[in-house]
Nanobody, 121 residues
């Protein structure tokens, strides 16, 4: 398993932007497909976005297409989630995930601890 640490969450007004970062401890970071999931209070964890090992493929949930962008920097062992035009329904704990498979499975092999994103109306 790879150790993942998220950062960048916080409180933002509707229409605003945030960028989440996820730093991986693994030197073979480029061997992993990476992704973001989120879990709102009282709801199941859901897929948000994923990126393949070489950044050739990206996948998004329909609810975030056109607003969120996933990217990675393999030299820095970091994956990012740029979130624009945020809506109150984006409020959730956001989790970084890693797995050898792409697309990511429903239960990736490694998870971060999560970072809270709160969007006020």
């Amino acid at each position: 398993q790879v150790q993942l640490v998220e950062s960048g969450g916080g409180l933002v007004q509707a229409g605003g932007s945030l960028r989440l970062s996820c730093a991986a401890s693994e030197r073979t970071f480029s061997n992993y497909a990476m992704g973001w999931f989120r879990q709102a209070p009282g709801k199941e964890r859901e897929f948000v976005a994923a990126i393949s090992r070489s950044d050739l493929m990206r996948t998004y949930a329909d609810s975030v297409k056109g607003r969120f962008t996933i990217s990675r920097d393999n030299a820095k062992n970091t994956v990012y989630l740029q979130m624009n035009s945020l809506k109150p329904e984006d409020t959730a704990v956001y989790y970084c995930a890693a797995d050898y498979q792409y697309p990511l499975p429903r239960a990736p092999g490694s998870w971060g601890q999560g970072t809270q994103v709160t969007v006020s109306s």
